[in-house]
C-alpha cells in the first residue's frame, strides 16, 4: 500500500508543492511549501494518533495534508478542487487502492474554509492541522519589514503568533489551539478578522473527532 515516504519523495508532487509555492509568493501569500505541508501532516497524523484511530486512517491523513495545497500551482482560487483533481491522477498512476484514493481527494477538495466540509476522519485531520498552522515563520522573508508588514494584514496576524500548536485531549474530549500574539505586532480582533471562517471550521471539524474546540489566545478563551 501506499506511504507517506514515498509521497513525500514523489518528484512529480514536489514539482507541484514547489511550483504552488511560488505562484502564491508572486500573488503576497504566505509560505505554503514544504516547511507547511510536513507539519500539517504531522500535525494530521498525530491528531488520529491520539485518538486511536487505525494506523492506515493516520497514514493517509498524512498523505493527504502533505498533498493538500498542490492546487496552488494552478490558481489559489477551488485549489483544493484542483488539487483534488491532480492528486486523483498522481496516485492512480502511483497505483493507490481506490478507497484509499477516494479517502485522500475527498479530504483534499474538503480541506478550505470556503467550500469544504469534514467528511471524514482524514478530513477532520487536515482541517484542524491546515487551519493552526498560523505562525512567524511563514511569513515571507521579502515582507519581513516594518513597512510591507504593517501594509498586509495576513502578513502582520502571521508575523505578530509567536507560538502556535493544537493539543488533543482525548479523556476531556476537547481540542484546543493555543495562539501567542504580539498584540504590539497585530491585536487580537484582526486575527478574528481574517480567520474567524477556518475557527468555525476548525471547530466543526473537532466536533467530527468527537471533540469540542477551544481557542485559546494569550492564555484566554475565547471560543
Do not use: W
Amino acid at each position: 500500500m501506499l506511504t507517506y515516504e514515498e509521497i513525500k519523495k514523489n518528484d512529480e508532487i514536489t514539482t507541484y508543492i514547489k511550483k504552488g509555492n511560488d505562484v502564491l509568493g508572486e500573488i503576497g501569500y504566505t509560505e505554503h511549501g514544504f516547511a507547511h505541508a510536513g507539519r500539517v501532516a504531522e500535525t494530521a497524523g498525530r491528531i488520529l494518533e491520539l485518538l486511536e484511530y487505525p494506523h492506515r486512517t493516520t497514514e493517509l491523513a498524512r498523505i493527504a495534508a502533505y498533498m493538500h495545497d498542490i492546487g496552488n500551482c494552478i490558481n489559489r482560487n477551488d485549489h483544493a478542487q484542483s488539487g483534488a483533481i491532480m492528486a486523483f491522477r498522481i496516485l492512480s498512476g502511483m497505483k493507490a487502492e481506490p478507497e484509499d484514493i477516494a479517502d485522500i481527494v475527498s479530504a483534499i477538495g474538503n480541506h478550505d474554509e470556503g467550500t469544504g466540509s469534514p467528511i471524514s476522519p482524514v478530513s477532520a485531520a487536515l482541517i484542524l492541522a491546515d487551519k493552526s498552522d498560523v505562525r512567524r515563520t511563514r511569513v515571507r522573508y521579502k515582507s519581513r519589514n516594518a513597512q510591507k508588514i504593517s501594509e498586509d494584514i495576513h502578513d502582520r496576524v502571521n508575523y505578530a503568533v509567536e507560538k502556535s500548536d493544537i493539543t488533543i485531549l482525548p479523556q476531556e474530549k476537547m481540542a484546543i489551539l493555543s495562539l501567542t500574539i504580539d498584540t504590539e505586532i497585530s491585536p487580537v480582533m484582526e486575527y478574528f478578522e481574517i480567520f474567524l471562517s477556518r475557527m468555525v471550521l476548525c471547530r466543526t471539524a473537532a466536533e467530527y473527532l468527537g471533540l469540542r474546540f477551544e481557542l485559546n489566545i494569550n492564555n484566554i478563551k475565547l471560543l
